[in-house]
């Protein structure tokens, strides 16, 4: 539940993006570096957050998190200058990456549990979350303010925390021993070559998510302003990408044991490449759509599989060096994408994201035999 509403905050703040671009005169290069908040507040909180599951356990950092992203949503559309929204999104983003990280904490204590590779179960409940956020977004778009729409997700946010937060603290969270029972410290125990390893894993993670955040936050603009289409479609784009994450998702633990890991991570990178080119460079906003929908599935799994990766050879470090590693890529791409656009084009910046994805392939291949190192 906690990852489904993550999602769904997420996608009821980028389908307003565009509302707010408006109502703060912002630019696509100044509307990038107001969306730097959220990078840099989410950076510096996935930092401390380890360090907060650590001392009080996922469990509860969850829960407090749970309440501050929702309260933090509302204030980006009472802003109307990009200076102002930088500020609040450096709040919102704060709140964003905390949740992360504790979430991403609770549920590899649970498929360590489960002995299955059924990470990608957890990501597909906050690409579930994305979907119904944005096509909710889409509906009301047209019809209700960005101030009144962000207000009753703050509303639903809360309400969700103050039914799953009781039942997730009922059930105490493992707080990582001071050694291993291998008698392994950590990430500090592993070789260089192992925490080399553990890097290139947190890259493809980077890679992905980059395509991720780029889409999130400029694809109902490209939709809306280079293929001219109406809000509520362009308000689809973002919900059309995340159902197709969300079914690659679903079936990621049976792709995963069909296929193995470094197929799944090729073939993924691969298609979702030939996806954001035809979502990029589409001369109609509905091969635009299809576009996305490709890139959803081929990205779908990549991130689990990386972060799971790092796991298997390094334990929670391992996880927490992929994901920040990861979540930076979908955070600091769409400012990325902004400089690209106002030097260019919208279009032009986000063929960046089919770049990144054959790189995650490349990578991905590379790494074959890491997880024995």
């Known amino acids: 539940m906690f990852f489904a509403l993550d999602g769904f905050l997420f996608a009821g703040w980028v389908v307003r993006i565009p509302a707010i671009k408006q109502q703060t005169?912002?630019?696509?290069?100044?509307?990038?570096?107001?969306?730097?908040?959220?990078?840099?507040?989410?950076?510096?909180?996935?930092?401390?957050?380890?360090?907060?599951?650590?001392?009080?356990?996922?469990?509860?950092?969850?829960?407090?998190?749970?309440?501050l992203l929702p309260l933090s949503i509302a204030l980006p559309a009472q802003t109307h200058s990009a200076l102002s929204l930088g500020v609040v999104l450096l709040v919102f983003g704060a709140a964003y990456g905390g949740m992360n990280v504790?979430?991403?904490?609770?549920?590899?204590?649970?498929?360590?549990?489960?002995?299955?590779?059924?990470?990608?179960?957890?990501?597909?409940?906050?690409?579930?979350?994305?979907?119904?956020?944005a096509g909710l977004g889409g509906l009301v778009?047209?019809?209700?303010?960005?101030?009144?729409?962000?207000?009753?997700?703050?509303?639903?946010?809360?309400?969700?925390t103050a039914f799953a937060g009781p039942v997730l603290l009922r059930y105490p969270s493992r707080k990582p021993a001071p050694k291993a029972a291998?008698?392994?410290a950590g990430p500090r125990?592993?070789?260089?070559?192992?925490?080399?390893?553990?890097?290139?894993?947190?890259?493809?993670?980077?890679?992905?998510?980059?395509?991720?955040?780029?889409?999130?936050?400029?694809?109902?603009?490209?939709?809306e302003q280079d293929?001219?289409?109406?809000?509520?479609?362009a308000a689809a784009g973002y919900s059309l990408f995340a159902l197709a994450m969300t079914a690659g998702r679903l079936t990621g633990t049976a792709l995963l044991e069909r296929l193995g890991q470094t197929r799944t991570l090729v073939a993924g990178g691969t298609t979702a490449a030939a996806g954001m080119l035809l979502g990029s460079l589409a001369p109609t906003a509905w091969l635009a759509l299809v576009g996305f929908a490709v890139t959803g599935l081929g990205l779908a799994n990549i991130f689990p599989v990386a972060?799971?990766?790092?796991?298997?050879?390094?334990?929670?470090?391992?996880?927490?060096?992929?994901?920040?590693?990861?979540?930076?890529?979908?955070?600091?791409?769409?400012p990325a994408i902004?400089?690209?656009?106002?030097?260019?084009?919208?279009?032009?910046?986000?063929?960046?994201?089919?770049?990144?994805?054959?790189?995650?392939?490349a990578l991905g291949y590379g790494a074959r035999n890491a997880a024995h190192t």
């Open 182 to 184: 291998d008698g392994e």
């Open 307 to 334: 972060v799971g990766r790092a796991g298997e050879l390094a334990g929670p470090g391992g996880v927490a060096a992929a994901s920040t590693l990861g979540y930076g890529g979908m955070l600091l791409g769409p």
């Open 102 to 133: 504790a979430m991403n904490s609770a549920a590899v204590d649970l498929v360590a549990a489960l002995r299955r590779p059924v990470m990608p179960s957890f990501h597909a409940a906050f690409s579930l979350g994305g979907m119904i956020g």
């Open 338 to 361: 902004g400089f690209l656009a106002d030097w260019s084009s919208l279009p032009v910046a986000l063929t960046t994201v089919a770049l990144l994805a054959v790189a995650a392939a």
């Open 141 to 160: 778009a047209g019809g209700l303010s960005p101030s009144a729409h962000l207000l009753c997700l703050t509303g639903i946010g809360l309400l969700v």
């Open 25 to 67: 005169g912002a630019s696509a290069s100044t509307l990038g570096l107001a969306l730097l908040g959220v990078s840099a507040g989410a950076v510096i909180t996935m930092m401390l957050t380890g360090r907060l599951c650590r001392r009080f356990g996922s469990h509860p950092v969850t829960v407090v998190c749970g309440v």
């Open 227 to 233: 293929l001219h289409a109406h809000p509520g479609v």
């Open 189 to 223: 125990g592993l070789s260089g070559r192992a925490r080399r390893v553990v890097i290139l894993f947190g890259v493809i993670a980077l890679c992905t998510a980059y395509g991720e955040g780029a889409l999130a936050d400029w694809g109902a603009l490209h939709l």
